[in-house]
T-cell receptor, first 113, second 113 residues
Framework: NAGVTQTPKFRVLKTGQSMTLLCAQD?????MYWYRQDPGMGLRLIHY???????AKGEVPDGYNVSRLKKQNFLLGLESAAPSQTSVYFC????????????FGPGTRLTVT | GENVEQHPSTLSVQEGDSAVIKCTYS??????FPWYKQELGKGPQLIID?????GEKKDQRIAVTLNKTAKHFSLHITETQPEDSAVYFC????????????FGSGTRLQVQP
């Protein structure tokens, strides 16, 4: 199994450009999450989804949008990138069942100049 | 919302020594406490976790203890090896709702050969 995959691995954007980060999981998980990681800080929750067709805001949602049209995919969009969005972005998923474990993707390193 | 504090931010030990990392949480409703290891350029990997109905859990050289009354939990690594060098994160979450993780700020562990 591939687990959780993220596309792309690296990206450089200019201020004001837009892009979409793709997260895919092959574990049939209900819950999916987008986190960002900044130097010296733990991961912070941007948006999450508790099932296909649902999305909700986390702690730091401003400047991002998400969509979960298919159960296996969770997309994170930046409509107008800002330097403050320079970060490493991690996607994670977990099942609805008794296991609490979240599985993380390898991350996307985004630089906004 | 939940707040997780983690100490120390850096820890250097000699190979074979023990390492202890401590975390405190604020929300008494949290009931799941995982520890993640993150190596350079990779996503977080779960190394051990504990639920609130258990006070201690051990897996070979690593162990986690939980004190619900004091709202703190700790990671213990014995007989440290150079390959244990990484950044370690504690986290907390609840069994209901979004079930997202709130992370500590991380501890950079360096094991000197």
């Amino acid at each position: 199994n591939a687990g959780v995959t993220q596309t792309p691995k690296f990206r450089v954007l200019k201020t004001g450009q837009s892009m979409t980060l793709l997260c895919a999981q092959d574990m049939n998980h209900e819950y999916m999450y987008w986190y960002r990681q900044d130097p010296g800080m733990g991961l912070r929750l941007i948006h999450y989804s508790v099932g296909e067709g649902t999305t909700a805001k986390g702690e730091v949602p401003d400047g991002y949008n998400v969509s979960r049209l298919k159960k296996q995919n969770f997309l994170l969009g930046l409509e107008s990138a800002a330097p403050s969005q320079t970060s490493v972005y991690f996607c994670a998923s977990r099942s609805q069942g008794p296991s609490y474990e979240q599985y993380f993707g390898p991350g996307t390193r985004l630089t906004v100049t | 919302g939940e707040n997780v504090e983690q100490h120390p931010s850096t820890l250097s030990v000699q190979e074979g020594d023990s390492a202890v990392i401590k975390c405190t949480y604020s929300d008494s409703a949290s009931n799941y406490f995982p520890w993640y290891k993150q190596e350079l350029g990779k996503g977080p990997q779960l190394i051990i976790d504990i639920r609130s109905n258990v006070g201690e859990k051990k897996d070979q050289r690593i162990a986690v203890t939980l004190n619900k009354t004091a709202k703190h939990f700790s990671l213990h690594i014995t007989e440290t090896q150079p390959e244990d060098s990484a950044v370690y994160f504690c986290a907390a979450s609840m069994a209901t709702g979004r079930r997202a993780l709130t992370f500590g700020s991380g501890t950079r562990l360096q094991v000197q050969p």
